[in-house]
């Protein structure tokens, strides 16, 4: 069982940067592939940004591409989103998952089902 712990959130303006962490419990983080999601008022769920267990790769969505950076600490058992160039429409809650199935230090994952534990989300909004 993994536990997962989002903090970083707040209120930033448009133009500005946040970083998101997420810390893991257990001793197996460093076999699990991580991801972030978000998910907006009356909207699904969707993939931001996804980082393989070495953390040799990640891979991002479309619209975060060039302005969100995944990372991660094992030794620290935390995952990190760093966001820049914010903007309104990046108002979200901000979800971390871990993937414990894995079998491939490279893997990546973008499909909510293919996580299996979640955090409880931290709230980011954008004012413009």
């Known amino acids: 069982q993994v536990q997962l712990v989002e903090s970083g959130g707040g209120l930033v303006q448009a133009g500005g940067s946040l970083r998101l962490s997420c810390a893991a419990s257990g001793r197996t983080f460093s076999t699990y592939a991580m991801g972030w999601f978000r998910q907006a008022p009356g909207k699904e769920r969707e993939f931001v940004a996804s980082?393989?267990?070495?953390?040799?790769?990640?891979y991002y969505a479309a619209s975060v591409n060039g302005r969100f950076t995944i990372s991660r600490v094992n030794a620290k058992n935390t995952v990190y989103l760093q966001m820049n160039s914010l903007k309104p429409e990046d108002t979200a809650v901000y979800y971390c998952?871990?993937?414990?199935?894995?079998?491939?230090?490279?893997?990546?994952?973008?499909?909510?089902?293919?996580?299996?534990?979640w955090g409880q989300g931290t709230q980011v909004t954008v004012s413009s």
């Open positions: 998952a871990a993937n414990g199935r894995t079998n491939h230090r490279a893997n990546v994952y973008y499909r909510a089902q293919e996580y299996d534990y």
């Open positions: 980082i393989s267990w070495s953390g040799d790769n990640t």
